[in-house]
Structures are given as C-alpha cells and as structure tokens.
C-alpha cells in the first residue's frame, strides 16, 4: 500500500537568509543579496556580467560541531550538515550538539539523498597547485599552498550525505545524486518514491552547491557561455522581454523533512505540504541548450499533473533568454490563456541560480506558500505576454502546486504538491 508523504521539516541556508524564517521572509520581501564581482576575478579575464551572489555566510563550530571535524569537510558537506540541522531542528526531531557525533538522535532507521550540481573545487585546485609547488597569486594571502592529507574524502561528492548521517546517526539509505540544476528536484522526487513505498519512513532530501572559488574560475566558465545576466544592475529579470541571463550565484542549500503522514502524526508534526507525485525524463538533444519544441518537459507536466487544478507553479524561471521563451510557451500550451493559468512566479529572480541547490530552495518555497497561501513576487520589467505573473507578494489560496527544475544535460523533474488536510 502506498504511504502518504508529508513535508515536516525545512532547512535552508543562503545569502539572503538562513534558516526556515528568515528565508522565507527575504522571500516575501524579495530580499537579493547581489555584489559586484571582486577585482580579483579579473587579474586574466574581462568578465560580461559584473554581479553575483557569494557564498552564505556561517560557522558550524557555532552550532557545536567540533573543529576537528569541520576541518575533514569540504564546502558541500558543511553546507549539507548545517541544512540537515535546521531542517531537523524545524521537525522537532534533532539538533547538533557538542557531543556529536557520538550522541543517539532516534533516527537510525532514516535516510540521507543530496542533490549535487558541480561541487567545490576549490579544495581540489588548491592541492593540485601545491602538488605541482605553485603558489597561487593571491595578495590576500602570501602563505605557501599546502597538500591536504584529506583532499580525498573532502573532495569526494558523496561526503555531503555521509557527513549528515555520521552527525545524526542516520543509518537508512544514503547517497547524492547529480542531475545538474535539476538534481535538488530529483533527490526530493527519489525520496517521496522510497517512503511512499515504505522503504524507509523518513528522509532527509534535498541540494547543495558550492561554487566558491577564490579566483571566479566557475563563474567565468558560465559567463563564457553567455549564460549570465549582462543587467547593469545584476538583477535577473525572469519572464521579462529586457532579461539577459541569470544571476550566478556561489552556492547554498536546502534540505526537507520527507516523512511517512503517519510517522508524522504519531509525533504530532507540524506539516508544511503533501508531496503527491514526482515525474522524470531527459530531452537527449543536447548538453547545454534544452530541446526547442519543450515536447518532453510538456509531457512530464501533462503527466505529472493529470485532471488536477493547480494553483501555483513555480517555474525553472532562469532569466536566460532561451529558456523562459520555451518555458512561458510550455505553460501557456499546458494551461491555455493567462485567465486559466495558476500564479508563476521564480525564485532564482530573488536567489540566483545556485545550480544543484536550486531544485531545493524552490520546493521549500512552494511548500510554504502551500502553507501560508502566499507566494512571491518577481521584479519583471516588460513581461512576457499572457503569463499570469506575480509581480508583488500575494495571498493565493493553494489546493495544488507544481514545482519544476531543468539542468544541463536535458534533465527535466517536476514535483507536484498539495496542501495538507
């Protein structure tokens, strides 16, 4: 028998908020965190667009884990450590603590999926160069690269699970996955599959990415593919007919409480959504730019969606000038005239684009605003035609939302949601 699965927990760390509350506020007030590219970046390379969002700002040492421990961790998995204690924290279920990772938390039987895009490479560069006795240009910092004794476990894209379920002693299933701006979608659309199946009766899901780098190399191979808003302000304009690209950001991440609805109960969660379907597939045409038609992605939504009504889509919405064109032609052919279309809005116009973390962040918004029944606004200059767009914050009574993702590679998931009764 299928199980019901419940959304319990949300744990969101970025630039512009960490933590369920304060991101969720930034959200509503459209709160950007979009500074102009350090000089550095430029020492060999004239970059076309001048703003990001860097990485968010915190110290796990802060929330009790050990120094000796941190220092065995790359970005992905600090990140994924702090995402995994708010969101258990906001389930009432566990926190970190200075015991760790020795203390019991009562969720052996638990599971870990993450959503990686790229991952840092920074831990990576810097052992290549003091592998090679190079000591990399940096004024800020004179002291000769060293090989770290770690860079393999550090480097490893698996350590961002395996670190939340060493801390949290969770021993259910654990992995990441990569599907590109897609892959925080599809680790929550993997985990709704295990429990509804009763494979496991709580999973903690979601993205991460870390794309740090002290000398923008990552940020200017998205910029050499003319990916990135030219904005003279840096502001990504989803949806709008002046947009130019999207807003390039460092990194961050998210994870939510997958739980069993009865699981939940028994504890007397509270619960943010109800996750109810969850579709996959691929365009196969090309690695970068996605199929022209939007055949594929207007079959997992028609899929996905059935006969239901849905109130609240919130769109891949990247700013870039192809994409939006397909996804504003896919929903208007979906749903017909902006008079029958739910709201859209797109959270990367608030956030940027941070890649595997992306899908995640995005789910979190569309649980609460399945939760509070309101939903973002977008700064969208010139809209698109016939596209029901929250320009500002508003009340919106949801019953069914949809949540969509499309990376790289062709890799298209949605996620379909519905309020809790």
């Known amino acids: 028998m299928k199980r019901r699965v419940v959304i319990s927990g949300i744990g969101p760390v970025t630039a512009s908020g960490i933590g369920r509350q304060s991101f969720w506020q930034g959200m509503l007030e459209n709160r950007t965190c979009i500074k102009p ?55 009432g279920l566990a926190a970190l603590s200075d015991d760790l990772p020795e203390r019991t938390t009562g969720l052996e039987e638990s599971g870990v999926i993450i959503g990686i895009g790229i991952g840092s490479l920074q831990s990576s560069y810097s052992s290549y160069l003091a592998h090679l006795g190079i000591q990399a240009d940096d004024s800020r910092n004179q002291k ?9 476990p550090m480097v490893m894209p698996n350590s961002a699970a395996a670190w939340v379920a060493i801390l949290f002693g969770m021993h259910g299933t654990d992995y990441t996955l990569n599907a590109a701006c897609a892959s925080g979608t599809y680790a929550i659309g993997e985990a ?3 429990v509804a199946e009763g494979l496991c009766p709580l999973i903690l899901a979601g993205g991460v990415e870390a794309l740090k780098e002290e000398h923008g190399a990552i940020m200017r191979g998205f910029d050499v593919l003319s ?3 030219s904005a003279e302000d840096g502001v990504p304009m989803p949806f709008s007919e002046k947009r130019s690209g999207f807003l390039f950001s460092e990194g961050g991440g998210c994870l939510l409480v997958l739980e069993e609805l009865e699981h939940a109960l028994a504890r007397g969660a509270d619960i943010y959504a109800e996750i ?18 939007g055949q594929w992605i207007r079959q997992l939504l028609a899929k996905l969606i059935g006969n ?29 005239p902006n008079s029958r279309q739910p709201t859209i809005n797109a959270s990367k116009g608030i956030l940027g684009h941070s890649i595997g973390a992306s899908g995640a962040l995005e789910a979190a918004v569309t649980a609460l605003s ?5 939903v973002h606004g977008n700064f969208i200059p010139d809209p698109i035609a016939d596209l029901n767009l ?32």
């Open 276 to 293: 109810v379907g969850y579709e996959s597939n691929c365009d196969a045409r090309h690695i970068v730019l996605p199929e022209q038609s």
């Open 192 to 194: 709704y599959q295990k």
């Open 390 to 421: 929250a320009t500002g914050k508003k009340a919106v009574a949801i019953d069914f939302a949809v949540s969509t993702s499309y990376g790289f590679g062709g890799h298209n998931g949605a996620l379909l949601m519905r309020r809790y009764e």
């Open 37 to 91: 590219i350090p000089s550095r970046f430029e020492k060999n390379y004239r970059f076309k667009s001048r703003y990001y969002v860097p990485m968010p700002e915190f110290s796990l040492a802060e929330y009790g884990v050990p120094h000796r421990l941190i220092k065995l961790m790359g970005d992905p998995a600090i990140i994924s450590v702090l995402c995994a204690h708010l969101a258990l924290q906001d389930a």
């Open 144 to 152: 000769k690269s060293q090989f770290d004794r770690m860079i393999i």
């Open 370 to 374: 399945i939760k509070s029944g309101i």
């Open 227 to 229: 990916t990135l808003t």
């Open 308 to 336: 239901r009504k849905i109130d609240y889509f919130n769109s891949h919405g990247t700013a870039t000038v192809v994409n939006d064109a397909i996804e504003a032609r896919i929903l208007q052919e979906l749903f017909g």
